[in-house]
């Protein structure tokens, strides 16, 4: 068991504030040298192939491992690496305890292995969101959707030459055009949409029995999330929105990082009867991947289990 991690003075003294916190993690993105120092001393939070290390607590509930640097560097030595392999750590943020946090994959290493010195278990993310608290959620859906993009932005579209990344991980640059790239998601819709009385809920064939889900659909280039909303609704289930209001967003990490955008919408009771139509979903790329068969629409004045 890897020992647990205690809160530096001068970290808390360089960032007591959220708005010093925030402050402090945008220097680290710009200052090499002052990202490096802050390595040494910061919560380190594992992966293995992109699944979070969660530690059973005597509740038994979960939480995700928050490591010190120097203990997750003897246990790179212990299994056979020189410790380089901390330099890929990517930086995630500045917690509430005023602790500098960085996110790191450890995939090279035999899973049961770090799984034994760290006295936790790596569990794929759809099950973790299952297993943590709100506010840990949204940690390593963070960290993961980070360490995703480094695996897959290793080259430059534009030239074909690989790209290098910052110390903070916050941005890679093209090594012979100098592009910048940095870490994208992709804007999605999801809006529940409602007669006064009744919520519309639709469900795929690959759905299990009895669960059904609000509409939801990728923005296309161009749109607006408010076109994108009546687009989706109206080919999906062949009714036209009379009214849009926000109600809130979330990062989402499935399937490669999107940025959730959550609403509710309003349909005339005199025009709410739905028409699935599921040639026109297949007609939209990005709608295909969410929706690939809609196999029926219901109204609900309770909604079942959705997601």
Do not use: W
């Given at each position: 068991m890897l020992s647990p991690l205690k809160i530096s003075s001068l970290s808390a003294r360089c960032c007591s504030t959220f708005v010093s916190r925030m402050r402090l993690v945008a220097r680290?993105?710009?200052?090499?040298?002052?990202?490096?120092?802050?390595?040494?001393?910061?919560?380190?939070?594992?992966?293995?192939?992109?699944?979070?290390?969660?530690?059973?607590?005597?509740?038994?509930?979960?939480?995700?491992?928050?490591?010190?640097?120097?203990?997750?560097?003897?246990?790179?030595?212990?299994?056979?690496?020189?410790?380089?392999?901390?330099?890929?750590?990517?930086?995630?943020?500045?917690?509430?305890?005023?602790?500098?946090?960085?996110?790191?994959?450890?995939?090279?290493?035999d899973r049961a292995a770090v799984e034994q010195v760290c006295g936790g278990n790596f569990i794929s993310l759809r099950k973790a969101f299952f297993l943590l608290t709100e506010p840990e959620a949204p940690l390593v859906a963070k960290g993961q959707a980070l360490l995703r993009w480094h695996q897959t932005s290793g080259f430059c579209s534009a030239t074909g030459k690989p790209t290098q990344r910052n110390q903070a991980g916050s941005q890679r640059v093209?090594?012979?055009?100098?592009?910048?790239?940095?870490?994208?998601?992709?804007p999605v819709v999801i809006v529940l949409v409602s007669d006064g009385k009744r919520c519309l809920l639709g469900r795929q064939s690959s759905f299990p029995q009895g669960m059904y889900s609000a509409l939801a659909g990728f923005c296309d280039m161009g749109e607006t999330v408010e076109e994108t909303l009546c687009r989706e609704v109206a080919e999906e289930v062949g009714l036209e929105v009379s009214r849009v209001s926000y109600s809130s967003s979330q990062h989402w990490p499935f399937p490669h990082s999107s940025f959730m955008m959550g609403f509710h919408a309003s349909v005339s009771p005199a025009h709410s009867q739905p028409s699935c139509d599921p040639l026109s979903v297949h007609s939209c790329p990005l709608t295909t991947r969410s929706w690939r068969m809609l196999a029926g629409s219901v109204w609900r004045k309770s909604p079942p289990p959705c997601r």
């Open positions: 680290l993105q710009q200052d090499e040298s002052a990202c490096s120092a802050a390595l040494q001393n910061a919560q380190l939070f594992l992966f293995h192939r992109l699944s979070p290390l969660l530690l059973r607590t005597q509740q038994g509930t979960f939480r995700p491992a928050a490591l010190r640097t120097t203990d997750v560097q003897a246990m790179l030595e212990r299994l056979g690496l020189d410790g380089t392999l901390l330099e890929e750590s990517v930086l995630i943020g500045c917690s509430e305890q005023n602790q500098v946090q960085f996110c790191l994959d450890v995939g090279e290493l093209c090594s012979r055009s100098g592009i910048t790239y940095y870490p994208k998601m992709s």
